[in-house]
Every structure is written in structure tokens, then in C-alpha cells.
């Protein structure tokens, strides 16, 4: 296939307009029972799901996500030899935020991520490097803000089952993109909170399991959230003919400061004739401090739904709620809106409204945020 | 419904003491993941200088004195904590979105979605009772 100039271009362009900006490189949860395919390791070339596109996920992303484009490396202009393959995240953002009578306008670069798996089939190292993005100024600079949110050597012995060591994401929860949603940011899944650790997993014909030993980060920084020690697993059960997903989880972590354990359940179930996708989660967390201190419960909770309004758009509505103590009424809220875009293989826009607040949005506050978003 | 929901869940929990104004407490549970994630106050970005990422570090950013150590004349007082009032403490008006005479106050804390209200009288409580260290 021939590379036009403005597939060339778009590339540069954006790499240029944002030699100075990263956040997370996650998946889209939404696409598992949606786009016919039953895990996200069928998409991605981690077997654990997320970051990095296979040659079927790139082939998707032409035809099946958007409304058309060569969804491979370089719009297929260079074949990588198969020990190498590349991909890369680059996002740019504008948004309005209100709260009481202050309103913020910012434009920043977002994410810069580059993801490169060398090795075969096998045995691998996998790694996603890029400079972290930063919406308010003063930002650290260029050089201090490079970061590796993952770098790892994998072990396949088939596509069911895997190895791993070194720093990643365990697999936990909604692996949303957005780390500042509430099943991310308050239950320690934050941006670049990933910690090392190794983990392993197997996928069947219905199920898949996931488990990682995870410990501290070495040095602050390479990362931000509790340094802490522990565990966590992920069960998944697909029923309904994979059009639906039931998992458990749980997690317990130990710090200097507190001892956390977590359980939760995961669903999602989509529906082909509305061609609507619903997902939720709901986590409980047990938090002990350290010393004579209290022990406090907590709740996590996402619930969404999303529309494949047409070929290339989505449509999504979700509710997310962090309660901090039980015992207490205290809660943060927010609902939002979602429109995402897909118009060409490796380009989206993403349109997010939300409303957010403590208590009964006794404070509300708003986010208009539009992004741009350009994968490899 | 919302109330009733609640008061299954919480009907189940076994009692608790109530949160202690006490900077061990506060910095694990409100400050840490409230304020130092990757892209604000942690090590790593260190908005407006600020690292708010340890106990220590955090303690000595916010009230100008080193944890554990009394004041000493060569330590320049910051201005987000007055031990002893949190009426002159920028970090109370920050975090209420509010000064002393109920005026909005700008740069508000956190800037995505704000404390609840119980969360910020345990810190007021905390710099009322002397903001110590412990």
C-alpha cells in the first residue's frame, strides 16, 4: 500500500507539538464483547491485555473501529521484522474546568508514550517509555520528565498462558484509560503507580486468570502512590454466549503507613441488537493504619454504559462514586458523558463532560475536556 | 434508596473510632491520594515546589519545621499551616475554596474535585490542636 503525504504528515506533526508532553496508555474495556472478540488479549500483544497492538488489533482498528485506514505500524508503509514491533500513543488536550465562580481553560500535551516489544514468540521484553504530560505549569524539565510506566520480560508458552517480571500494570478492574477515575486513582492504580513485581496468567475457551506479587518501586522517582508490598487476582468468566463477563478480584498490600485488602467484582454485558455495552465495578476496601491507628471501609464504584451509535462513534455515560469511610457520609461523586470518534484508522477524538463533587455535589465542579489522540 | 443501601452496607461494618486529627492519619488517608499523585505534588512533578509524597518531607513542606524537631529561628515559616489556627492557615482556605472572612479564595485545593467537608475539618482539627507530627 502506498503511504499518502498526509499520513506522514499527521504523525510528525503531532510528535513535534508534543516533544514535551505522558499519561496512560491503557485499552479501551468497552471493545471486549463488542467488537466480537471475547478477551483483550485478542486485540493487544500483551497476553494480560492493554498498551501495544497485535497485527489482529491494528486490523480491527481499520476496519472495524473506524470507518476505514491501514491500521498497521506507519499506516503499513515499513513492515517491522517480526522480533520487533512498535507502537506508540500520542494525545494533545484542551479543557475547561469550573468550580464555584473559577474557570480554568488549559491546552497541554497529554501523552507521548513509545511501546516496543523485541523477542519471539516465546520469550519478549516489553517497554512503554515516553515523557509524562503535565496540565499546569511549572513542569520539571524535558529530561526529568521521562518515564517508563512499563518494562518487562514475558514468557509465553502458548497464547494461553504467560510469565512476567519486571514493571507493569496487574491486571485489576475496568482497565480504563483514564487514571483519574475513581477505580484507578483510589484503589493505588494511578498514573504511574504501576509496581515491579512478577505475575502469570492463563486464558481458556470461557475464563482467564490473572495474579500478580507486586513490591515498591526503588526510588520515588520512577513513580508516584504508596510504596507498598502485596498481591492481587483477577478472575474472569465469560457466559451468555460471550456476550457477557463476570470477574472477582482482590487485592491486599502492605506499606509503612497502612494494610489495605480489596475485593470486587467486574461485569459487563453487551447487548447486540442496542449494540450497547454495560460495565461496571464495585470494589470494597478494608484500610488498617499503622500504629494504634483507626481501620476505615471503603467503597469503589464505576457503572457506565456505551453506544455504538454508528460505524467509528461511541457514545458512553458513566457514574463513578469514592466513598472513603462507610461509616461516614462522606463520598465523591461524578457522572460524565463520553463521545469518542474514530474517523481513520490510528486517529480518535474524545469528547468528556463531567460533573463531579463531594457529598451531594454540595461543591460541584465541571470538565469539558476534548483530546486528540494519534496511535502508532 | 441511596439511604437504604447504606445502611445495609454499613449495618454489617463493626464500629469504628472516629478518624483522629493526627498527621499520620491525615497524610495517608487525605493527603497522599489526594495530593500527591503523578502529575501534582509528588516527587516526581512537585508542583509549586511542593512534594507532598512522604510523612516527613509532606509535614515539613506544609508547616516549615522539621517532623519531630521543635521550631527552630533559622526555619522560615511556610505559609500553608499556622500550628494553632487554622483561621490564618493558607492550606485551610485552599482546601475550603474559601478565606477567613468566607471570601472565594483562589487556588483552590485539590483543583479536579474538592475534599469533603469532614475531610477538611479533621485537618482544621489537626492544625487547631497544635499541628504536631505524630
Partial sequence: MRLSACSIAIPIVVAVILAGAVTPAA???????????DRCGACHVSPAGGGLLDAYGRDEAGDTISTGGDGRFLHGAWEPPSWFQLGGDLRVATAIKTRGHESELLAFPMQADVNARVGGEHLAVQLTIGVRGGARDPQPPLVERLASREHYVVYQRDTDSYLRAGRFAPVFGIRTPDHTAAIRRYLGFGLLEEPYGIGGGWSGEASEVHATAFVPRPSDVLGAGVKASGVTLYAERRIGGDTAALAGQAKIAFSDADAVATAGVVGKRWFPGARVLLLGELDLQRQSFAGDGPTRYQLAAYGGATAFVAHGWMLGAAVQRWQPDLRRPTARDAVE??????????????????????????RPGTLSLLQLHYYL | ??????????????????????????????????????????RLTALAGLDLSDREGAYTFLVGTICGQPPRPIDAPRNYVTPGSAETSTLVYQLRGADANGRPYRDVMPPDVPLPASEVALVEAWIEEGASCD
Avoid at chain 1, 458523558?337 to 463532560?353: D, K
Avoid at chain 2, 488517608?29 to 499523585?37: D, E, F, M, Q, R
Wanted: with cysteine; glycine share 6%; hydrophobic share 45%.
Fill in chain 1, 27 to 37: 485499552a479501551y474495556p468497552q471493545f471486549q464483547l463488542a467488537l466480537g472478540v
Fill in chain 1, 337 to 362: 458523558v463520553n463521545l469518542q470518534y474514530f474517523p481513520r484508522a490510528h486517529v480518535e477524538l474524545h469528547l468528556l463532560l463531567r460533573l463531579s463533587g463531594s457529598g451531594d455535589f454540595e
Fill in chain 2, 1 to 42: 434508596m441511596k439511604a437504604l443501601a447504606l445502611v445495609a452496607l454499613c449495618g454489617c461494618l463493626p464500629p469504628g473510632d472516629p478518624p483522629p486529627p493526627r498527621w499520620s492519619y491525615l497524610h495517608t488517608a487525605i493527603i497522599a491520594p489526594s495530593c500527591a499523585t503523578a502529575s501534582c505534588h509528588s
